[in-house]
């Protein structure tokens, strides 16, 4: 079946730790999005990515960083540079052929202890 | 820049009809796109529109207008399991933005009651 899975599903991170979040769909899509939703909060956009080896910051791109080296995979990293990183993570792609919606992955909750 | 607007809250009845806004400023509208989240869940995709009018899906409706920067989900019959938060996103093709960019509204909880 074709979805998008994000992993792992929880994970805690020691404070000063760099860690990376995976992302991988297999719908074919070119673009890939990766949010961030903080508690009773909306989606805020962190990277996106629109083909291979190209990607563009979001409105909150800071202490982030983003790879995009397969179609099928556009993993997230979570920098010590980024001072309050407990949340939840989601990952979404689109076909921009169809232009249709957003698929999203399960979601990542990070906790930082 | 984008901007998304709508309700923080609303709460309804149980078999009552509820209509959530949502108004919008982008400078390369591509679609407008509502989504439903259960609290600690992905969002799920509900609706998407692109042209001025109602799109009617059961029991869900969305409207928009592109002019007035404006779109509504109507949700008739409420059910309990309708409780969630309601997600309004605009995709935006800007110039020197890299292409596609969806961005969200806060999103608007719903609390349907017996």
């Known amino acids: 079946d074709g979805g998008i899975t994000q992993s792992p599903k929880y994970l805690f991170r020691k404070e000063g730790q760099n860690v990376t979040l995976s992302c991988e769909q297999n719908l074919n899509h070119d673009a890939m999005y990766w949010y961030r939703q903080d508690p009773g909060q909306g989606l805020r956009l962190i990277y996106y990515?629109?083909?291979?080896?190209?990607?563009q910051k979001g409105d909150i791109a800071e202490g982030y960083s983003v790879s995009r080296e397969k179609k099928e995979s556009f993993p997230l990293t979570v920098t010590s540079a980024q001072k309050n990183p407990t949340a939840f993570y989601l990952c979404?792609?689109?076909?921009?052929?169809?232009?249709?919606?957003?698929?999203f992955g399960q979601g990542t909750r990070l906790t930082v202890v | 820049g984008q901007n998304i607007d709508q309700p923080t809250e609303m709460t309804a009845t149980e078999g009552a009809i509820v209509q959530i806004n949502c108004t919008y400023q982008?400078?390369?509208?591509?679609?407008l796109f509502w989504y439903q989240q259960h609290a600690g869940e992905a969002p799920t995709f509900l609706s998407y529109n692109v042209l001025d009018g109602l799109e009617e899906k059961g029991r869900f409706s969305s409207f928009l207008s592109r002019s007035k920067g404006y779109s509504y989900l109507l949700l008739k019959e409420l059910q309990m399991k309708d409780s969630a938060s309601y997600l309004c996103?605009?995709?935006?093709?800007?110039?020197?933005?890299?292409?596609?960019?969806?961005?969200f509204g806060a999103g608007t909880r719903l609390f349907v009651k017996a």
């Open positions: 982008t400078s390369g509208f591509n679609g």
């Open positions: 996103a605009v995709r935006d093709l800007g110039v020197g933005t890299g292409g596609f960019k969806t961005i």
């Open positions: 990515s629109q083909i291979v080896n190209d990607f």
């Open positions: 979404a792609s689109f076909s921009r052929q169809t232009n249709t919606e957003a698929f």
